[in-house]
């Protein structure tokens, strides 16, 4: 049958897609051999000192040279190898002396070629095999099929028995025919496995080898191509064999004139093959011969290492003594009786990750570390002058010396305990500092400590004039980030990358994943309004957005929706989404719930009216418009549990002519009149207020109405409580202003009222208003709430002679939240001053003890001015430097300083930590996450988190649009009109 032009086309396209994925799958493969070859080439070089004092015991004991071998079998031909078919053996009788008439398979593939190829040049390619220059023939004619057929079943294929159990178990019998017809090795030239394996010079050991060569055989065969499974079903495919021997001066330093270099046992594994041009990644396996055993220590097959410990499997124990066990167990010996002040005292010439180390080399270590040195972790913590912990060690000290043995190791633990919390979120902020470096400069950056996602690399991803509002953690690992523009909500986790190359899954690189993209913006469908996300809260139950809506109608409003989704609906994937890989949720899965509105509702049916509001009342009484009544929501939220959510929202009403000749009124202004600022607390389930209360207290003026209120929030869990859990609100202005609104809820959901913190007559604030600072208006005011207090950041200015010049100055105040319960002496209120020539940019709560900044410092090192400078930033367009700062907050300490960034502008960081999950979000860069639990993902089944199936359902039909067919008269084949071969 004569083919057309059509089913040719179609047969080679189908041949090329086939063709690009079996290269993309060997290049992924590649890889994988790749790390997996580097990972035992570590671990041969920290094994370097073990193996050159076990070659030197040896040669010194005995008059036989015991150099370790490493055996190395790689995919490709060595370019010095000799020709593989020269390798390989004539198959002899099992009777004796003659050959047999039957040629070998390689000898016969050789003689054929010679005989119909006479006079053709031939050469030897990188795989082996031959390739014949003659007659060039047409791409699509049948000679040109046939040439690549014979060129696939002409390949080698070796003999499996014989690689691994050393002869051959389908041998030909003097005149029968048939036999084997794969290759065998002659182990002259070309050792086998089973060859290297099976000299061993330990009793005992060929048990412990044959398993392992079954277990070889086993994964072998499991990953032999179906190719060769079904044309030769006792073949694999070629393996080709290097002998490197291992010198007894390995890992010394050797002088070369003016220069020193010290080999490694991965520099001559490297040379060995670079110079056969052959890469680590070819490695199948390797074995090693030590003193006492040959080990199989690589297989390919088997994802790498085939042994737990190098020093009980590889370097064993001999009959006299003399090899690395018996040298470990001298070093273990010696360690265990080094006097402990000795042992101590080397312990403090170490750094933190070092002694880390150290605990883990013997037991006697581990417990003189962990339980018998306080004077240790006394001195850790003095070498980074890091608070201690004073109440804790008060009953363990007699005159500052410790009493006995059993309070040392209690003071030891309280130490070591102090120093890994410190410890820790040092740690932490080193891994935000590496990864702000990977995502802005984007080099290549190791993602073993955090994870993050560089978004300018990513189809869908936040576009400008996007910005990240806030993240909130999820759970354990998962992040939720929220955008403003396109009112994206955007759930992240940090999975392992690369599953199938893990080694050692603790030390694996993390991959920043984004696993749902949901947009809920309840307007998203009309043209007319539009909606900007402003603040963003996460509970037990629902996720709570604050947006602004703009309407094309009325440009004189600005009014503020709630919209509330559940964390279920939240994570149900739609089957249809947009091209950014957005998915809009239905009208009825979001609820919405209009700001304006319900405070209005809920301030006309209070049973009693609030004294601030009686005008409000009075002007609906005689006529007014509720339209004309201005609601000024704040633009942070704060998340109470279990869909409550609070906001703060100033009330006015328009001026009337007796609120004009009053000029004395603050609260005057663009023809309103400010009432009252007043918190809101909404719940989700009820859909509308359920609690208000004063955001300012009642002797004190109330703020103007345009200065924004910011709310922070922190839930605790009450123990033997349930799920159930308690929250603690704080409200404070933008001004300086002395006084914190705060408010408490119990785990029962009742509100205990609110109450203010702090003392209008605080002497460092009347005195900072006096010396002519006054608040920094731009962005929010950093609050947090802690277990033990409120901390508020101020960035202070004022102006200075020069018209141009400004003179700025940051501080940090601590409101404690339990004043009556502070011992004598202590204040309620003090302050702590970060810095000069600063802004305090954010402000996170990390864990329960420690606070920390976002500082944006306009100096070069990002420490105070020097005396006389003053402090004095001259102009906006200067370079500033983002400073994270830790704060200890039982101690008012600054424990570290670590800078994280060079100044973008006006872009900011976010950050949140909840217990062991450190997120930030980059703006428009990208996401970040660290933590504990971010280094501790494991390529397990439960690293991903699963969706329902439900929720995705393999029906669903994606919509598409209708492609309009071409009309073009071009003129077609036969075959592409349908006509069949007889026309």
């Given at each position: ?84 078919l020269d390798s390989m053996m004539m198959e002899e009788d099992e009777g004796g002396t003659g050959k047999s008439n039957r040629r070998a398979r390689s000898s016969s ?268 972790w006394r001195h850790l913590l003095n070498q980074r002058d890091w608070p201690f912990p004073l109440d804790a060690l008060e009953g363990h000290l007699i005159d500052g ?583």
């Open positions: 049958m004569v083919r057309g032009n059509w089913q040719k086309r179609v047969e080679t396209a189908d041949a090329r897609r086939k063709e690009a994925k079996q290269r993309k799958h060997r290049s992924e493969e590649k890889r994988i051999f790749k790390g997996q070859a580097q990972e035992m080439l570590a671990l041969l070089d920290r094994q370097m000192d073990a193996i050159r004092r076990s070659s030197s015991a040896s040669e010194g004991g005995s008059s036989t040279s015991c150099c370790w071998k490493l055996h190395l079998w790689v995919d490709s031909l060595p370019s010095e190898s000799p020709p593989f593939i050789e003689d054929s070629n010679a005989a119909t190829n006479k006079g053709k040049k031939k050469g030897r390619g990188r795989s082996g095999s031959f390739q014949q220059d003659g007659k060039k023939v047409h791409p699509r004619s049948k000679e040109a099929e046939t040439e690549k057929e014979e060129s696939r079943s002409a390949g080698p294929v070796l003999c499996r028995s014989q690689f691994f159990h050393g002869k051959c178990l389908n041998v030909q019998k003097p005149g029968k025919k048939g036999g084997c017809r794969c290759a065998h090795y002659n182990n002259k030239q070309l050792k086998t496995l089973a060859a290297v394996l099976v000299d061993n010079k330990q009793k005992g050991g060929p048990k412990t080898e044959k398993d392992a060569i079954a277990q070889a055989e086993e994964a072998c065969e499991a990953n032999t191509p179906q190719e060769i499974t079904e044309s030769d079903p006792g073949g694999m495919e070629v393996v080709y064999y290097l002998l490197l021997p291992i010198p007894s001066n390995i890992g010394t330093v050797v002088e070369d004139g003016d220069e020193s270099s010290r080999n490694t046992i991965s520099d001559l594994t490297t040379e060995k093959l670079a110079s056969n041009q052959i890469g680590i990644g070819s490695i199948v396996y390797l074995a090693i011969s030590s003193p006492s055993r040959n080990i199989l220590l690589y297989d390919r097959n088997r994802e790498g290492l085939v042994i737990q410990e190098f020093t009980v499997d590889v370097l064993g124990s001999s009959g006299d003594g003399s090899t690395g066990e018996s040298i470990e167990a001298d070093d273990k010996l010696n360690a265990e009786h080094l006097p402990v002040s000795i042992l101590e005292h080397i312990f403090q010439y170490l750094e933190a990750p070092a002694v880390a180390s150290a605990a883990q080399v013997c037991t006697s270590w581990h417990r003189e570390i962990r339980h018998a040195s306080p004077n240790l010396s410790l009493q006995d043995q059993e309070q040392a190791a209690s003071a030891s633990g309280i130490l070591r305990d102090e120093f890994i919390k410190h410890y820790s979120v040092l740690r932490d902020m080193k891994a935000l500092q590496q990864a702000m470096t990977g995502l802005l400069t984007r080099r290549p950056t190791e993602e073993r400590e955090m994870s993050f996602q560089a978004f300018s690399t990513r189809r869908g991803a936040p576009q400008a004039p996007n910005n990240c509002v806030t993240v909130e953690i999820w759970g354990p690992n998962q992040v939720l980030a929220a955008y403003s523009n396109d009112c994206t909500l955007r759930l992240f986790q940090a999975v392992p990358r690369n599953i199938s190359a893990a080694g050692h899954s603790s030390q694996q690189e993390k991959s920043c994943r984004e696993l749902v993209c949901h947009s809920i913006d309840p307007y998203s469908h009309t043209k007319k309004k539009s909606c900007f996300m402003e603040a963003m809260g996460l509970d037990e139950d629902v996720v709570g957005c604050l947006c602004s809506v703009s309407d094309d109608s009325c440009d004189t409003k600005t009014p503020h929706i709630l919209v509330i989704l559940s964390r279920d609906d939240l994570l149900v994937v739609d089957a249809s989404s947009d091209t950014a890989g957005r998915t809009s949720d239905e009208p009825e899965s979001l609820r919405v719930i209009d700001v304006e509105e319900a405070v209005l509702n809920y301030v006309l049916s209070l049973d009693h009216v609030d004294h601030r509001l009686l005008r409000l009342h009075d002007f609906l009484a005689l006529g007014g418009d509720s339209d004309e009544v201005e609601f000024i929501v704040s633009q942070s939220m704060a998340a109470c549990g279990y869909g409550r959510f609070m906001v703060e929202v100033a009330i006015s009403i328009p001026m009337n002519a007796d609120d004009e000749n009053d000029n004395d009124d603050d609260n005057l202004g663009d023809g309103v009149l400010l009432l009252d600022r007043k918190l809101f607390l909404f719940s989700s389930s009820v859909g509308a207020i359920v609690w208000m209360g004063d955001s300012n207290p009642p002797n004190v003026p109330l703020p103007p109405r345009l200065e924004d209120m910011t709310l922070a929030c922190i839930r605790r869990a009450i123990p033997g409580g349930g799920t159930r859990s308690s929250c603690t609100v704080a409200a404070v202005s933008h001004a300086l202003a002395p006084l914190v609104m705060s408010c408490e809820i119990d785990h029962s959901g009742h509100i205990e009222g609110n109450f203010p913190l702090g003392s209008v007559e605080w002497s460092q604030t009347e005195v900072a208003l006096e010396e002519g600072w006054n608040s920094r208006s731009e962005g929010k005011r950093p609050i947090l709430v802690t277990p033990t207090d409120v901390v508020v950041g101020d960035s202070l200015t004022r102006q200075l002679d020069g018209a141009a010049n400004r003179e700025y100055k940051s501080t940090i105040t601590f409101y404690s939240r339990f004043p009556d319960a502070l011992q004598d002496g202590m204040d309620p209120i003090s302050k702590l001053m970060v810095g000069e020539n600063c802004i305090i940019d954010r402000m996170a709560a990390f864990r329960d003890d420690y606070v920390v900044m976002l500082v944006r410092f306009f100096t070069e090192t990002g420490f105070a001015a020097v005396d006389g400078g003053g402090g004095h930033w001259g102009g906006e367009n200067r370079v500033a430097r983002v400073y994270a700062l830790t704060i200890h907050v039982p101690s008012r300490r600054e424990i570290e300083r670590l800078c994280l960034y060079e100044d973008f502008g006006l872009n900011k960081l976010n950050l949140v930590v909840s217990d062991d999950t450190v997120a930030c979000g980059a703006w428009l860069k990208g996401l970040i996450m660290t933590g504990a639990d971010v280094r501790s993902v494991r390529p397990t089944s439960n690293s991903v988190l699963v969706m329902d199936e439900a929720s995705t359902p393999k029906s669903a039909k994606k919509k598409g649009k209708h492609k309009r067919q071409s009309k073009g008269s071009g003129k077609k084949d036969g075959f592409a009109r349908g006509m069949s071969l007889r026309g």
